[in-house]
């Protein structure tokens, strides 16, 4: 079982940054893939970025590539998302999970509850 709680998020004007943190407990979080996860206001809930249990593979979609950095702490039990050159449609609730590191939703097993980003204009 593993438990993940998000924060960071909050209101930042276009081009600034935010990081996001992702706490998680439970034995299982060393050997988890991990991932961030967002969806907008009337959208689905779209892939941002993902990491390997090893940390040594990430992956990113396409739209925050080059923006966008995915991190974690072993020792902290914590994985970051670090948000640079914010845009107004990066608003949305972000969601951390832990599973099979995929683009899809599907292939996570736990989720946090997510934490808002709104990035004005």
């Known amino acids: 079982q593993v438990h993940l709680v998000e924060s960071g998020g909050g209101l930042v004007q276009a081009g600034g940054s935010l990081r996001l943190s992702c706490a998680a407990s439970?034995?299982?979080?060393?050997?988890?893939?991990m991932g961030w996860f967002r969806q907008g206001p009337g959208k689905e809930r779209e892939f941002v970025a993902a990491?390997?249990?090893?940390?040594?593979?990430?992956y990113y979609a396409d739209s925050v590539k080059g923006r966008f950095t995915i991190s974690r702490d072993i020792a902290k039990i914590t994985m970051y998302l670090q948000m640079n050159s914010l845009k107004p449609e990066d608003t949305a609730v972000y969601y951390c999970?832990?599973?099979?590191?995929?683009?899809?939703?599907?292939?996570?097993?736990?989720w946090g509850q997510g934490t808002q980003v709104t990035v004005s204009s």
């Open positions: 999970a832990a599973g099979d590191p995929t683009r899809y939703t599907g292939t996570y097993l736990y």
């Open positions: 439970g034995r299982t979080f060393n050997r988890s893939g």
């Open positions: 990491m390997s249990w090893s940390g040594g593979c990430t």
